[in-house]
């Protein structure tokens, strides 16, 4: 199936030659979140936008904040488990500083950006879910500069969230080799969170063109990256391997599941892991490859493309999921 350079994937109606093959069957978004809170689909969740606590229907931002206009700002991914936000000083980290290399002020303490978060889970009543920061760079004129846009966005929705269906974590999913290479730090350095994930966005096209749900993005010289929303792992001989934030002329987000696995999920399992700078063949030989992010938590590949990596989800993948699903489902729910 070809690309149509008109209309994006996901808006092409179903049946229609433009509609893409929802990658492995049952995909989740087939159900819509709103399902899940009420008769009223418009009242729920209540989100904070610029200092407000508003109904869905009304949490809108100007057609003037240049977070839209220019995919100008930063966000944040991050769950929520039995009413704690996971790892939330690490999102913190990650949420400043990539404000601050895009030379964006945000206009709240961390402690502030904490409480509202904590305000929205409260408000919408949720145990386990997801919450999307965003800040931008607010209200300013029809022009790029971004010094017309004197304050800030800030968005945060705390919602529910299910990128895949829970057999694939058992099966595993099979992925795809972007075409389109990833953007090189030179350019705009991928370890920034930004708005601007267009990048990430068309390779996903290809995934999605190719019948399934990821793509390994690879460096313009060739190293493997990351896919498209997640980071990469593989398992060879019993030790994990994960390529560095730098790889070639391009690199990865730094994930914040990524360092889990690699500081704590690695460590408590026993498993050697390394960062280590890889070509395409390491993750074609490997015993094992899995994916992480916040979203998808740690889900396993059973094929590249048309190469075969395992049958299912294989037996180190599969321990440091169990770990990961022990810790998220304790009474300690890591905040750092
Ligand atoms: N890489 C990219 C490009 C991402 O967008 C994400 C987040 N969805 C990740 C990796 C995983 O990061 P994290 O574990 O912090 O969610």
Request: with cysteine; proline share 7%.
């Amino acid at each position: 199936m070809t690309t149509s350079p008109t209309r994006p994937p996901s808006m092409a109606p179903a049946g229609t030659p433009g509609a893409r093959q929802q990658g492995n069957g049952a995909h989740p978004a087939a159900k819509p979140l709103h399902d899940q809170w009420s008769e009223d689909p418009g009242a729920k969740p209540i989100v904070y936008v610029n200092g407000r606590m508003l109904p869905k229907r009304e949490a809108m931002v100007s057609v003037y904040d240049h977070g839209l206009l220019y995919g100008d700002g930063v966000f944040e991914g991050i769950r929520i488990y039995r009413s704690k936000i996971f790892k939330c000083a690490s999102h913190m980290e990650r949420l400043y500083r990539c404000a601050e290399q895009i030379h964006l002020k945000i206009p709240i303490s961390v402690d502030e950006m904490v409480r509202v978060q904590r305000d929205c889970i409260a408000a919408n009543g949720l145990t386990d879910g997801y919450i999307r920061l965003v800040v931008t760079r607010g209200f300013g004129t029809l022009g790029l500069d971004p010094r017309r846009c004197p304050v800030p966005g800030v968005i945060c929705i705390a919602d529910q969230i299910r990128l895949y269906a829970e057999d694939l974590y058992k099966s595993g999913m099979r992925v795809v080799v972007a075409k389109r290479p990833k953007t090189p730090v030179a350019c705009l350095d991928p370890r920034v969170k930004s708005l601007n994930y267009l990048n990430n966005i068309l390779a996903k096209c290809e995934a999605i063109d190719a019948g399934c749900d990821e793509a390994i993005m690879l460096s313009t010289d060739g190293y493997v990256t990351e896919c498209t929303g997640d980071n990469i792992f593989v398992v060879k001989n019993g030790r994990v391997f994960t390529p560095p934030p730098v790889c070639g002329a391009s690199g990865l987000l730094e994930g914040v599941t990524r360092a889990f696995v690699m500081r704590t999920l690695c460590k408590d399992c026993n498993v050697p892991v390394e960062e280590r700078l890889m070509r395409l063949d390491e993750v074609l030989g490997a015993d094992e490859v899995f994916l992480t992010g916040t979203a998808a938590e740690i889900i396993a590949v059973h094929s590249v493309g048309e190469c075969r990596i395992s049958n299912g989800e294989g037996p180190v993948t599969a321990r440091l999921r169990n770990r990961f699903r022990q810790i998220v489902t304790s009474d300690a729910i890591p905040e750092d």
